[in-house]
């Protein structure tokens, strides 16, 4: 069963720094594109960043700057940096294929930044 397993998350102060891991199980992983989304509570899932098979990158107007998207075809894992967070940061973020390459969702990392 393909499977989406996201860590890092936790409780930073504004300004500080994260970064989360999403290793997929899916076998064509190192051929699609893979994004990073996030939910708050009461708000809809939203694109954070993207990242193509060849590495290249998009972010949102929210992050840009700030955070920064990698991959690591050969574990199957993609990363997101994220420095000089904000408490509008604070969220469930999730990583999945971009568009329709999406799978089921894991579980998610909760990210929560205080003031």
């Known amino acids: 069963q393909v499977q989406l397993v996201e860590s890092g998350g936790g409780l930073v102060q504004a300004g500080g720094s994260l970064r989360l891991s999403c290793a997929a199980s899916?076998?064509?992983?190192?051929?699609?594109?893979m994004a990073w989304y996030r939910q708050a509570p009461g708000k809809q899932r939203d694109v954070v960043a993207t990242?193509?098979?060849?590495?290249?990158?998009n972010y949102a107007d929210s992050v840009k700057g700030r955070f920064t998207i990698s991959r690591d075809n050969a574990k199957k894992t993609v990363y997101l940096q994220m420095n000089n967070l904000k408490p509008e940061d604070t969220a469930v973020y999730y990583c999945?294929?971009?568009?329709?390459?999406?799978?089921?969702w894991g579980q998610g990392t909760q990210v929560t930044v205080s003031s």
């Open positions: 990242i193509t098979s060849g590495g290249n990158t």
């Open positions: 999945n294929g971009a568009t329709h390459w999406r799978i089921d």
């Open positions: 899916r076998s064509d992983f190192a051929y699609i594109p």
